[in-house]
């Protein structure tokens, strides 16, 4: 386990500590295809996922857990791990969030990684962030926008642009989700999402062959 995610550990335990003045939220999911970005995470196999939001004031903490593809020969257990903090700065008409959030799997070839946030929201619904990954160097803007439909339907978009450092291909993501919730049926949502990448080799190079990729999914959750 990497030193940032020790140090994202504390800072979740201490918000945690203050949870009488807290919002604490859980959450559970089951997804046809685990899909980060337009990538698998589960060689387009199931995933069964969970986490633990705590929110006070305009200071937040999570961690959330998912199975994913395990490299034949790797030891440990199949399992992503991801800590996050960040603090939600609100000022007179704008907000500045600022985050950190760690990549971590439970066995001993993964790919981990630390990535720092920096994002606004300037209408209801859109935000608008910068990421930047420490250890693969790289950057990744993005633009989400969320709606409440009719029917309690809701819908969700991401579009973003992920450009390595030392590489030479650049990939444009984009996902489109419609969900909607059943509280009469102990406050579940269904959903239903496509997910594209342009280029299913972003971290490589112009000798790669970019082939571009799109995935549907479908999945469960519940917020409790």
């Not at 991801?82 to 993964?110: A, C, H, I, K, S």
């Not at 990684?113 to 608008?128: D, I, R, W, Y």
């Amino acid at each position: 386990m990497k030193r940032t995610t020790l140090l994202a550990i504390p800072a979740f335990l201490a918000l945690s500590s203050a949870a009488s003045a807290a919002t604490v939220t859980y959450n559970a999911a089951f997804v046809s295809n685990y899909l980060f970005r337009g990538l698998s995470q589960t060689d387009d196999g199931p995933a069964l996922q969970g986490g633990a939001d705590i929110k006070n004031g305009n200071a937040y903490a999570g961690a959330w857990f998912s199975n994913v593809d395990k490299p034949d020969g790797a030891e440990g257990l199949p399992v992503e791990m991801d800590v996050y903090f960040g603090y939600n700065n609100q000022f007179d008409g704008f907000n500045l969030d600022m985050g950190v959030r760690t990549y971590n799997t439970l066995f001993d070839v993964g790919r981990e990684e630390t990535e720092f946030k920096l994002g606004t929201s300037p209408a209801k619904g859109l935000s608008v962030n910068m990421h930047r990954g420490v250890k693969a160097q790289y950057w990744y803007p993005e633009v989400t926008f969320e709606k409440h439909l009719p029917q309690r339907l809701y819908l969700d978009v991401a579009v973003g642009m992920l450009m390595v450092d030392d590489a030479d291909d650049k990939a444009l993501t984009a996902r489109v989700e419609v969900a909607r919730d059943f509280p009469e049926f102990h406050k579940i949502d269904l959903f239903i999402a496509a997910d594209f990448i342009s280029d299913d080799t972003p971290y490589g190079d112009n000798n790669d062959k970019d082939d571009s990729d799109l995935n549907f999914v479908i999945g469960v959750r519940k917020n409790f």
